[in-house]
């Protein structure tokens, strides 16, 4: 069993170590450099030994033989340098290191039995000279085998093997000695390439380790920077790469380059998640992502830029009624109903389009006149798409200009109020004055509420043009009889800060009115932006006795569980149900529902926007009790207090009242 084993050892110093690939490789390619020196190392010696023995030995010794030898080494030298250090499979390289282990094989024991039959040849000298090549030409091949322990060992198996028993033979006592010393070497060699060998395949594994470790760590940060730019409920990119992208596309953009970039903003969804939950919200956005990717054709991008926003590029668009097109197909696969845990959902979307490099060339550029094109569409258009064009340029020019004025605004100087009653048809008496902002520029004359309110809560100014226009009032309120009440609007911002309300509550306290005598209006798409801090603002107003309107009712996502959770004083219906109400129906009804609901609710219904003898008919005949508009009085700087049949007969060039 120990012999047998001996031997498996023996054998398997000699064999290809198939399990290590990485080692295999590591091999081919140092054998790859030192083969070539070690075939030239013995291309040299074959000839200075056959020169030395040149007369002494046959020229079949001297020049047949070591000329095949050169002709051989200098060929494989030429083959292998050649080759160069190329990375082949697998197969190929432990064929590779088989070759080598056979050639070496080969090689020696034509070398060695040549050099055997010169020793008989020559004087003393010459056979030292034939002891001295054989011993230098076995270590240089060593070395250069040093990373391939087989051939290695292969060698000065053969070689050195052959040289001691041969001149172990000679009885000489010179050359027994010198056979003593090779043995000597050759354990030695033996044991240096053996630890060699171990340190370099140790090393390679390390190698592998590291790589290895390397490869994860890269992996992981190549997921770190997916995920970075990964939207994770939807599973589309996100906002930052979105803009990662467009800035790439812009930084490779040619003559040549044409793309569009679109933001698509579904129309309907915050009340969503008011009245199903954030679960259903949540579902809605994956289902919608994946319908809009559905529609992408191989040169559409699509990304959840945030909340119900979504953002797409489309590389090399055929023309401007390509993408008009795409955003109706947009829109429309956005109108089918979706199917939630909460029953069906119906939504609608509205697209803003901006091309490059028509209309910008920087990504906010671009971005900016696709987001003015959405807002352009759910102004004007909802439910469908717009292509950001030249009249559009001149708008965002108007609004910057605006926005300018206004950051520049004397506030104090440049606001005003006006105020227009709201009448109880009834009896004739003034419920409330409305308080109406009014901006007159120096630079661009007078701007109306509608334009500038907007613009002040997207720039964040709101803040300080509610804290003067409230100053104003609570000033002017100061001259009022005690019995008479105002209305103050507040915007989203105001109404979703709890700073902002309490600081509201203190300036009444401040200015020593009863918290009653101001009714605080609000639009439900105030609420919609944070509904559970408007209601807690609304709480708090409450409580201190202030009163609450719900203003424009019925132009928003009307939800009855706004009025129904929140409590609110009154409501206002808006006033584009007022307009064709004389000849409209439908608006008939929806009118007459919503008196009918604050009369089982037990709040008070007032209707804006009348203008005509006729609506006010119509609308009393439903019971309509409270009315606003132009038809009793416009919007003046001075408040009214009169009753409304004093004021129409004061009044001869209107004869509107009772
Ligand atoms: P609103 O709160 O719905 O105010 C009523 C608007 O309808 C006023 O326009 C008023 O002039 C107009 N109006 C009144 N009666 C009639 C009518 O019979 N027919 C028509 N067609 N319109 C009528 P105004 O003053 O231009 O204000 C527009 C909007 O600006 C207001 O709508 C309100 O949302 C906002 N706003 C005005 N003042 C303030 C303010 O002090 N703060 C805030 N946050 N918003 C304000
Ligand atoms: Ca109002
Ligand atoms: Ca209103």
């Known amino acids: 069993m120990r012999i047998r084993g001996f031997f498996r050892q023996v054998a398997n110093i000699f064999r ?68 160069g250090d190329r990375v082949e499979d697998l197969a190929a390289d432990i064929m590779q290191l088989r070759r080598i282990r056979l050639v070496a094989l080969i090689i020696s024991v034509i070398s060695s039995v040549w050099a055997v039959n010169l020793f008989s040849y020559g004087d003393p000298y010459q056979q030292g000279h034939v002891a001295y090549s054989m011993s ?31 001149f172990g033979l000679t009885g000489n006592d010179v ?49 770190n920077r997916q995920l970075a730019h990964l939207d994770f409920l939807t599973g589309l990119a996100n906002r930052r790469d979105f803009f990662h992208r467009l800035e790439t596309m812009l930084a490779g953009a040619d003559d040549a380059t044409r793309f569009a970039v679109a933001v698509i903003d579904l129309d309907g969804f915050k009340p969503v998640n008011d009245v199903h939950g954030h679960m259903v919200g949540d579902d809605v956005l994956v289902q919608a992502g994946q319908r809009l990717v559905s529609l992408s054709g191989g040169n559409s991008y699509f990304a959840r830029l945030g909340g119900d926003e979504f953002g797409l590029i489309v590389d090399h668009y055929g023309n401007e009624a390509d993408l008009t097109l795409l955003g109706r197909a947009l829109c429309d696969v956005i109108k089918v109903p979706f199917e939630t845990a909460g029953g069906p959902v119906h939504l609608s979307c509205s697209v803003g389009f901006a091309t490059y490099p028509a209309v910008a060339r920087t990504p906010t550029g671009l971005f900016e006149r696709a987001d003015f094109a959405l807002y352009h569409a759910k102004k004007n258009n909802p439910g469908s798409p717009v292509l950001f064009a030249a009249r559009h340029e001149s708008l965002i020019r108007q609004e910057s200009g605006i926005e300018q004025a206004l950051r520049r605004a004397d506030l104090d100087a440049e606001l005003s109020l006006n105020f227009q009653p709201i009448f109880n048809l009834l009896d004739g008496t003034v419920l409330v004055n409305e308080a109406l902002a009014r901006w007159h520029s120096p630079v661009l004359g007078r701007v109306a509420p509608d334009v500038f309110f907007p613009l ?17 009032l609570l000033v002017a309120m100061a001259t009022w009889p005690d019995t008479e009440r105002a209305a103050f609007n507040l915007s989203a911002q105001d109404i979703t800060s709890l700073e902002r309300t309490e600081w509201l509550l203190e300036r009444i306290h401040d200015h020593g009115l009863a918290p009653h005598r101001i009714t605080f209006e609000i639009t439900e798409t105030a609420l919609l932006r944070d509904f559970d801090a408007a209601r807690q603002s609304i709480e708090t107003l409450r409580q201190s006795g202030a009163r609450v309107a719900l203003d424009d009712f019925g132009i928003g996502y009307s939800s009855l569980r706004l009025v129904h959770e929140l409590e609110f004083d009154s409501l206002k219906i808006d006033r ?48 309509c009790r409270y009315a606003q508009g132009y038809f009793f009085a416009y919007p003046a700087v001075q408040p009214v207090f009169d009753n409304l049949t004093t004021l129409s007969s004061r009044r001869t060039t209107i004869a509107h009242g009772l």
């Open 16 to 83: 290809v170590q198939y399990d290590q690939p990485d080692l295999i490789r590591a091999q081919v390619s140092a054998l790859s450099r030192q083969i070539p020196l070690m075939y030239f190392l013995l291309t040299a010696n074959a000839l200075a030994l056959s020169y030395t023995h040149y007369g002494a030995a046959s020229d079949t010794m001297t020049i047949v033989i070591p000329a095949i030898l050169s002709v051989v080494f200098f060929c494989r030298a030429i083959v292998w340098i050649k080759a």
């Open 456 to 472: 002040a809560e997207k720039t964040g100014q709101i803040g300080d043009l509610t804290r003067v226009l409230f100053e104003k």
């Open 175 to 223: 050359f027994m000695a010198i056979a003593a010393n090779m043995a000597l070497v050759s354990v030695v060699i033996v044991q240096i390439i053996r630890s060699y060998y171990a340190a370099f395949s140790e090393l390679i594994a390390s190698r592998r380790v590291l790589e290895e470790q390397h490869r994860t760590t890269q992996e992981l940060s190549n997921q």
């Open 576 to 623: 584009s149900f007022t307009a064709p109400i004389a000849r409209n129906p439908r608006s008939q009804r929806i009118v007459k529902t919503m008196f009918d609901m604050c009369d089982t609710m037990g709040i008070r219904c007032v209707v804006e926007g009348v203008e005509t003898a006729e609506q006010r008919d119509i609308l009393m005949q439903f019971g």
């Open 136 to 166: 230098i030409t076995v270590v240089g091949c060593i070395l250069c085998m040093l990373h391939f322990p087989p051939a290695a060992f292969i060698v000065v198996g053969i070689v050195l093997g052959t040289f001691v028993v041969h």
